[in-house]
T-cell receptor, first 115, second 113 residues
Framework: AQTVTQSQPEMSVQEAETVTLSCTYD???????LFWYKQPPSRQMILVIR??????QNATENRFSVNFQKAAKSFSLKISDSQLGDAAMYFC????????????FGKGTRLSVIA | DTGVSQDPRHKITKRGQNVTFRCDPI?????LYWYRQTLGQGPEFLTY????????KSRLLSDRFSAERPKGSFSTLEIQRTEQGDSAMYLC???????????FGDGTRLSIL
């Protein structure tokens, strides 16, 4: 069974600083996708970044980047130059390429940004 | 792109009543997903459709739950004989296909009295 573990229930960062959110996963799939979703207090989930497991290059989207370690099954999210609007719940998620497994989410990390 | 729309935003009902939620996906998204999210947890998969076909159902989806997507556009999720444990946020998402990013709606928060 696919599992996703986020070991940091809460994190905080000073505005303009950098923070890293951790995620580990377990899967029986040989190929898969990994995602980070953001859920602000308004509750709508928003896709932050997506990584295809067969690509060795780490995905980057503006201030957001990932450190994907396939052998270690680790997928951390780095947020640079943190902004007040980055405060939210962040969920790591896994999706198998075959489509036979549903999107599996971790329990989330609540990020606070301190002005 | 008007986004995924869910109705109602909040539903309060008495235990034992039936409730129905509606989800309108992004147009031309052929995949539609339902999730349940309780406080302090990540979303848990319930079921998904490709067009009008319901392709997978989680074991979380008891016999009291039923979902439909009759014309491959909007979907409904019905819960019969609601129980206290059904209190949660019910999220709908849609995607353009296999392994494409899922776009989520605002959710329907169900409160059972």
């Amino acid at each position: 069974a696919q599992t996703v573990t986020q070991s940091q229930p809460e994190m905080s960062v000073q505005e303009a600083e950098t923070v890293t959110l951790s995620c580990t996963y377990d899967t029986s799939e040989s190929d898969y996708y990994l995602f980070w979703y953001k859920q602000p207090p308004s509750r709508q989930m928003i896709l932050v970044i997506r990584q295809e497991a067969y690509k060795q290059q780490n995905a980057t989207e503006n201030r957001f980047s990932v450190n994907f370690q396939k052998a270690a099954k680790s997928f951390s999210l780095k947020i640079s130059d943190s902004q007040l609007g980055d405060a939210a719940m962040y969920f790591c998620a896994h999706d198998g390429v075959s489509g036979n497994t549903p999107l599996v989410f971790g329990k989330g990390t609540r990020l606070s940004v301190i002005a | 792109d008007t986004g995924v729309s869910q109705d109602p935003r909040h539903k309060i009902t008495k235990r034992g009543q039936n409730v129905t939620f509606r989800c309108d996906p992004i147009s031309e998204h052929n995949r539609l997903y339902w999730y349940r999210q309780t406080l302090g947890q990540g979303p848990e998969f319930l079921t998904y459709f490709q067009n009008e076909a319901q392709l997978e159902k989680s074991r979380l989806l008891s016999d009291r739950f039923s979902a439909e997507r009759p014309k491959g556009s909007f979907s409904t999720l019905e819960i019969q004989r609601t129980e206290q444990g059904d209190s949660a946020m019910y999220l709908c998402a849609s995607s353009q296909g296999l392994n494409q990013p899922q776009h989520f709606g605002d959710g329907t928060r169900l409160s059972i009295l």
